[in-house]
């Protein structure tokens, strides 16, 4: 089983809708962090959360870290065909050592 | 350039053949890791350098993959007898430190197809 699971797997939809992806699991986290992977590109980090109940906006995004920092929601308003690519919540384990752990990701069309 | 640099961007090899991927990181960052993606899916954790610490290898799938980071900088990540199910993109990230509130800057990836 995934540490964290996204959903939905993948989402294809028209230019100027909105839509939500979430990162759910049954852990608690100190934070929670969102990244975005364009196609022959690595991730890169859109957003970092840390405290249960957060909203953060990047222009028409907005993230939301759950009441019980066990998930997470990334909103997306009015999709533009740039906002295509796999998004993807990141978690850091401090059990041992500060691995960086990643969900099973979302992967997003947007067509014009 | 100042990222995070891996080579080679691709590499098609025989299956059974061994291969060597390398990863530079940003300079200064003492944290890299290592992390196998098919298919377009979520990144697989493989290995964790920190500092002079002991490496967490926990993700490693077999003991066929091994890796090591050099005078904590450039690091290699070695499949021995490739296998077909090894064929996926290979991505190294490097973070200032390691942590809750840390970055992780990923290189490009290396592409790696077993035939």
């Known amino acids: 089983t995934q540490l964290l699971e996204q959903s939905p797997q993948f989402l294809s939809i028209q230019e100027g809708e909105n839509l939500t992806v979430y990162c759910n699991s049954s852990?608690?986290?100190?934070?929670l962090q969102w990244y975005r992977q364009e196609p022959g590109e690595g991730p890169v980090l859109l957003v970092t959360?840390?405290?249960?109940?957060e909203v953060k906006k990047l222009k028409r995004l907005t993230f939301q870290f759950g009441d019980a920092r066990k998930d997470s929601s990334l909103h997306i308003t009015a999709a533009q065909p740039g906002d295509t690519g796999l998004y993807l919540c990141?978690?850091?384990?401090?059990?041992?050592?500060?691995?960086?752990?990643f969900g099973t990701g979302t992967r997003l069309q947007v067509f014009p | 350039g100042a990222g995070v640099s891996q080579s080679p961007s691709n590499k098609v090899t025989e299956k059974g053949k061994d291969v060597e991927l390398r990863c530079d990181p940003i300079?200064?960052?003492?944290?890299l890791y290592w992390y196998r993606q098919s298919l377009g899916q979520g990144l697989e954790f493989l290995i964790y350098?920190?500092?002079?610490?002991?490496?967490?290898k926990s993700g490693l799938p077999s003991d066929r993959f091994s890796a090591e980071r050099t005078g904590g900088s450039v690091s290699t990540l070695t499949i021995q007898r490739t296998q077909q199910e090894d064929s996926a993109v290979y991505l190294c990230a490097s973070s200032f430190a390691p942590g809750w509130n840390t970055e992780a800057f990923f290189g490009q990836g290396t592409r790696l197809t077993v035939v």
């Open positions: 852990s608690v986290f100190s934070s």
């Open positions: 959360v840390v405290t249960g109940g």
């Open positions: 350098f920190q500092g002079n610490s002991a490496p967490d």
């Open positions: 300079s200064g960052h003492t944290a």
């Open positions: 990141a978690v850091v384990l401090s059990y041992n050592t500060d691995k960086l752990i």
